[in-house]
């Protein structure tokens, strides 16, 4: 089956714009992460979503990043006036339930100018 | 201490070796545990679970130690194609950033 899709797939910006960035994770799987990674970095976390509670977003690093999901489904991250430290690639990840295996999406690769 | 804590190597190793990988964990309450890899520019894969009593598939060995906290992978045979990235899972036990912790990976580089 599908699995989880990400998009855009690369994303070049100018310092100062804001960026969204999609993730359509697998039908059905209540658990939604995403996490950062930046070059030859482990992965930071950033925001959870589980079902209909309250997210968890203990990892966002500044008022500046914030996320939504909608419909228990889809989800965006949205990094307002983007600076050249945001550069990273931005990974989704999602989980029905346990086992607490998660299956990520391919990334979307953040390049702020 | 940090929660979760990997060697970042790189082990570099000639085809056909056997290599070993530990991770030690600080929650003591922690269930559950994995091993992903992550293929350069690419996302992380899950690679197999860690049971307590320990498990095998083909040529990798999950083990569990709980009193020592911390779980290892054996890679025997070793293969070009096992040259990635292992990031040790853990499961914090508790109801924060959704029960998992990665760490920050280590680095197997397998050489003809």
């Known amino acids: 089956g599908a699995g989880v899709s990400q998009s855009p797939s690369n994303k070049v910006t100018e310092k100062g714009k804001d960026v969204e960035l999609r993730c359509d994770p697998i039908?059905?799987?209540?658990?939604l992460y995403w996490y950062r990674q930046s070059l030859g970095q482990g992965l930071e976390f950033l925001i959870y979503?589980?079902?209909?509670?309250?997210?968890?977003k203990s990892g966002l690093p500044s008022d500046r990043f914030s996320a939504e999901r909608t419909g228990g489904s889809v989800s965006t991250l949205t990094i307002q006036r983007t600076q050249q430290e945001d550069s990273a690639v931005y990974l989704c990840?999602?989980?029905?339930?346990?086992?607490?295996?998660?299956?990520f999406g391919p990334g979307t690769r953040l390049l702020v100018l | 201490r940090k929660e979760v804590e990997q060697d970042p190597g790189p082990f570099n190793v000639p085809e056909g070796a056997t290599v070993a990988f530990n991770c030690t964990y600080s929650?003591?309450?922690?269930?559950?545990f994995f091993w992903y890899r992550q293929d350069c520019r690419k996302e992380p894969k899950l690679l197999m679970s860690?049971?307590?009593s320990g498990n095998e598939d083909g040529r990798f060995t999950a083990q569990l130690n709980r009193a020592s906290q911390y779980i290892s992978l054996l890679i025997r045979d070793s293969k070009l194609s096992d040259s990635a990235t292992y990031l040790c899972?853990?499961?914090?036990?508790?109801?924060?950033?959704?029960?998992?912790?990665f760490g920050k990976g280590t680095k197997l580089s397998v050489k003809p």
């Open positions: 990840a999602s989980r029905e339930g346990p086992p607490e295996t998660q299956y």
């Open positions: 039908s059905g799987h209540t658990a």
């Open positions: 979503f589980q079902g209909n509670s309250a997210p968890d």
């Open positions: 929650n003591s309450a922690s269930q559950s």
């Open positions: 860690v049971y307590s």
């Open positions: 899972v853990v499961n914090l036990g508790g109801g924060s950033q959704g029960n998992l912790i």
